[in-house]
């Protein structure tokens, strides 16, 4: 069997980004009276923009115009935009630089596989773009996560089947999506809800590349 790809979930994975959609997300809410819980704001990691704004909508009971609808996500994403204003490779998430390093000089292909529209962005800002083979985000795909195209599309650029990539993921819908095209699932964090994953780890510091030797 060929080496492992890897594929690396943005917000919440590489970047410290999660608090930043959640503090645009909540402020957005307000203006229309919504008070968006943490508890609610869980069920949106990993979904594309306009995913959760169809969501927030619904327990809010909100209902909005196809124009308000555009206007508020360009709302929401100008308040994060400007929350981004300070990013920089400090905001990377411990450890997971150095698992991506180790594993390119084992040459290992390094995949990216991300909802957010801002990802190449936010890689540059991080500076580290260069380290990825492939990306993938959300102005590449139809269907967001929990739906597996991203994923997909991710293993074919890189040339390896799917049961032959390891998915790294902080949320349910990105470990679900790899979930459903047999991929190796590595949930990133605490949360419950990453119990469907093949394995929970806390953060980077518990994994080894030689965990994944096949
Ligand atoms: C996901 C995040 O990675 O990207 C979600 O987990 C976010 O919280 C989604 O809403 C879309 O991101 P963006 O940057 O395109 O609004
Ligand atoms: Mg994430």
Known sequence: MSLPTFIFDLDGVIASTEKFHYSAWRETCLSFGYDL???KNDYLKGISRTASLKLILGWSNTEISNE???EVLR???E??????INLNSDDIILGVDTFIITAKEKNHK???CSSSKNAKFILEKLDIIKLFD???DGND???SKPNPEGFSLAAKLSNTNSENCVVFEDSEAGVSA??????YTVGIGTSEKLNIANRVCENFKEIRLKDFKI
């Open 75 to 77: 709302d929401k994403n």
């Open 110 to 112: 390094i995949a990216l």
């Open 37 to 39: 819980t943490a508890e």
């Open 79 to 84: 308040l994060y935009l400007n929350l981004l």
């Open 141 to 143: 795909v139809e269907k």
């Open 134 to 136: 492939v990306i993938v």
């Open 68 to 70: 308000k609808f555009e």
């Open 178 to 183: 790899a979930n459903q095209i047999d991929m």
